[in-house]
Nanobody, 121 residues
Framework: QVQLVESGGGLVQAGGSLRLSCAAS????????MGWYRQAPGKQREFVAL???????NYGDSVKGRFTISRDNAKNTVYLQMNSLKPEDTAVYYC???????????????WGQGTQVTVSS
């Protein structure tokens, strides 16, 4: 089973930047995509960004132009560069890996434990 470990969260002032990392370890499946979601207190989990195996990217509307997702395939790691942070970006950020151990089967989602990002005003 793959393990996903996020890092890089913390406290930052509005307008600042943070870079999150998510490293996959253990038994790595065939990866279709890796991405980030976030969940603020009392809210549903929200899509942030995704990068596919062919490096196509997609972003949630609230982060477009401010966040950038990238990937190091050799390290099985995905990054989220977050710039121009706002207090409303405060949330627990979760890494997701979409993959399969059997290419005949539908890929499934694997999740990390999350890392807290707090943006002060």
């Amino acid at each position: 089973q793959v393990q996903l470990v996020e890092s890089g969260g913390g406290l930052v002032q509005a307008g600042g930047s943070l870079r999150l990392s998510c490293a996959a370890s253990g038994s790595i499946p065939v990866i279709n995509a890796m991405g980030w979601y976030r969940q603020a207190p009392g809210k549903q989990r929200e899509f942030v960004a995704l990068i596919t195996s062919d490096s196509s990217t997609n972003y949630g509307d609230s982060v477009k132009g401010r966040f950038t997702i990238s990937r190091d395939n050799a390290k099985n790691t995905v990054y989220l560069q977050m710039n121009s942070l706002k207090p409303e970006d405060t949330a627990v950020y979760y890494c997701k890996l979409v993959g399969t151990y059997d290419i005949r089967r539908v890929p499934i989602d694997y999740w990390g434990q999350g890392t807290q990002v707090t943006v002060s005003s």
